[in-house]
């Protein structure tokens, strides 16, 4: 048997722009390949048992917005991380209360936590070659540009409710750790990782990486909402639940990372290439039917760009999880795959690149994510796929 080959795991930063030396209200870590990113954790503003759907129609619009300022040649990473802490009672004077605080101590319970990190696009051909971008397309002025459109961002979510704070060199340490070590503390315990084309084990945790979309093989549902409706046929059930409910519904898990990344290629480029697309099937349409169909989907989304002022963005979205045992991993991932199954979304089963995906899933390093891993769509159809909920 070959001996498994070492490799050091590069941290993909290089450093950090303190926001007390320039009077801004954050820090700005540096990526590796120049790109500035700028964090912000916020709160979910709809709570997990609303139920009201215009509560996720007004989150899905303030997203939609977020998106619409920061603009094209950026990047949007939002990261819902789901962990089980112990409750530890709460003192109190009065005695009853002292006493049915004490009656939880101990007991496991759920939380959320959600950051959304902005940062620059970096072309496919800089990874490939290994180099900086810096003083290539990323200048001082749009260093200075990403920062006023944060500003512009947190004002937003402010006045939204969704009790947004910048993030500092701190704050950016225990995302990251936590995401490295699949296990959110202050104190971060960092073990090798072993990578296999199924898994990774970080310890003695077992971690997968399950990415939604195969792009060789999109298998979506031609048509979504912001929010899903419960069914069945009880009182509730045109109950309005959250696209993804059901993550929070798992159990034998340690820590999950629902990663959600949107790119916002150049506009103008990106239109001219979906119409020479259209063009091309357009011209093939009488040999084989399935160029038709597709040139009427190209143009059926222009459309919806030209009429709806809408982005074409290239997504990717994937959860990452962590578990004690084999087994328990296995289960969970059947789980996933079945709840999304019914939802229409057939889950990637070339997703061989496990460290890669691992990789992609830190906080602001979104920028590893390659062509491949990326599907194109609108921003309105992308964000449908956003976690809106929070635990109360």
Same mark, same amino acid.
Request: with cysteine.
């Given at each position: 048997?070959?001996?498994?080959?070492?490799?050091?795991?590069?941290?993909?930063?290089?450093?950090?722009?303190?926001?007390?030396?320039?009077?801004?209200?954050?820090?700005?870590?540096?990526?590796?390949?120049?790109?500035?990113?700028?964090?912000?954790?916020?709160?979910?503003?709809?709570?997990?048992?609303?139920?009201?759907?215009?509560?996720?129609?007004?989150?899905?619009?303030?997203?939609?917005?977020?998106?619409?300022?920061?603009?094209?040649?950026?990047?949007?990473?939002?990261?819902?991380?789901?962990?089980?802490?112990?409750?530890?009672?709460?003192?109190?004077?009065?005695?009853?209360?002292?006493?049915?605080?004490?009656?939880?101590?101990?007991?496991?319970?759920?939380?959320?936590?959600?950051?959304?990190?902005?940062?620059?696009?970096?072309?496919?051909?800089?990874?490939?070659?290994?180099?900086?971008?810096?003083?290539?397309?990323?200048?001082?002025?749009?260093?200075?540009?990403?920062?006023?459109?944060?500003?512009?961002?947190?004002?937003?979510?402010?006045?939204?409710?969704?009790?947004?704070?910048?993030?500092?060199?701190?704050?950016?340490?225990?995302?990251?750790?936590?995401?490295?070590?699949?296990?959110?503390?202050?104190?971060?315990?960092?073990?090798?990782?072993?990578?296999?084309?199924?898994?990774?084990? /970080?310890?003695?945790?077992?971690?997968?990486?399950?990415?939604?979309?195969?792009?060789?093989?999109?298998?979506?549902?031609?048509?979504?909402?912001?929010?899903?409706?419960?069914?069945?046929?009880?009182?509730?059930?045109?109950?309005?639940?959250?696209?993804?409910?059901?993550?929070?519904?798992?159990?034998?898990?340690?820590?999950?990372?629902?990663?959600?990344?949107?790119?916002?290629?150049?506009?103008?480029?990106?239109?001219?290439?979906?119409?020479?697309?259209?063009?091309?099937?357009?011209?093939?349409?009488?040999?084989?039917?399935?160029?038709?169909?597709?040139?009427?989907? /190209?143009?059926?989304?222009?459309?919806?760009?030209?009429?709806?002022?809408?982005?074409?963005?290239?997504?990717?979205?994937?959860?990452?999880?962590?578990?004690?045992?084999?087994?328990?991993?296995?289960?969970?991932?059947?789980?996933?795959?079945?709840?999304?199954?019914?939802?229409?979304? /057939?889950?990637?089963?070339?997703?061989?690149?496990?460290?890669?995906?691992?990789?992609?899933?830190?906080?602001?390093?979104?920028?590893?994510?390659?062509?491949?891993?990326?599907?194109?769509?609108?921003?309105?159809?992308?964000?449908?796929?956003?976690?809106?909920?929070?635990?109360?």
């Amino acid at each position: 048997m070959a001996a498994a080959k070492k490799q050091t795991f590069d941290i993909p930063f290089i450093g950090y722009d303190y926001g007390k030396y320039f009077n801004w209200d954050f820090d700005v870590l540096f990526g590796q390949y120049g790109n500035p990113i700028i964090g912000i954790r916020i709160k979910n503003i709809v709570e997990q048992y609303s139920a009201d759907p215009d509560n996720y129609l007004n989150f899905h619009t303030v997203l939609n917005q977020v998106v619409s300022i920061i603009g094209e040649g950026r990047i949007v990473q939002k990261l819902d991380i789901f962990t089980k802490k112990k409750y530890a009672a709460e003192p109190s004077p009065q005695f009853l209360q002292q006493k049915y605080s004490e009656h939880f101590d101990g007991r496991l319970f759920k939380t959320i936590e959600t950051v959304i990190l902005f940062t620059d696009l970096i072309h496919d051909k800089i990874k490939k070659n290994g180099r900086s971008a810096t003083g290539g397309s990323i200048t001082e002025k749009s260093y200075k540009e990403l920062r006023d459109k944060c500003q512009k961002v947190f004002m937003l979510l402010k006045q939204s409710g969704c009790e947004p704070e910048f993030l500092l060199e701190k704050d950016f340490e225990y995302y990251i750790s936590g995401v490295l070590s699949m296990q959110l503390s202050d104190v971060p315990v960092f073990d090798n990782i072993k990578s296999t084309s199924e898994y990774l084990k /970080i310890g003695n945790r077992y971690v997968k990486n399950i990415a939604f979309v195969d792009v060789e093989n999109i298998d979506l549902p031609s048509e979504i909402e912001p929010y899903s409706i419960l069914g069945g046929n009880g009182a509730a059930s045109e109950t309005a639940v959250d696209n993804f409910t059901f993550i929070n519904e798992l159990e034998d898990y340690e820590t999950i990372v629902y990663n959600q990344v949107i790119t916002i290629p150049l506009q103008a480029q990106q239109q001219r290439e979906l119409d020479k697309k259209k063009k091309k099937h357009e011209g093939a349409a009488n040999n084989s039917p399935s160029n038709a169909i597709i040139a009427e989907e /190209i143009q059926t989304l222009l459309h919806n760009i030209a009429i709806d002022g809408q982005l074409v963005v290239n997504a990717h979205f994937s959860l990452l999880f962590s578990t004690n045992t084999l087994e328990a991993m296995e289960g969970i991932q059947s789980q996933i795959e079945n709840k999304l199954f019914t939802k229409g979304i /057939i889950v990637s089963k070339n997703a061989y690149n496990q460290l890669e995906l691992f990789r992609a899933a830190i906080p602001g390093n979104s920028t590893e994510l390659r062509d491949y891993d990326l599907f194109m769509t609108t921003s309105e159809a992308a964000l449908c796929f956003f976690l809106k909920k929070a635990i109360p």
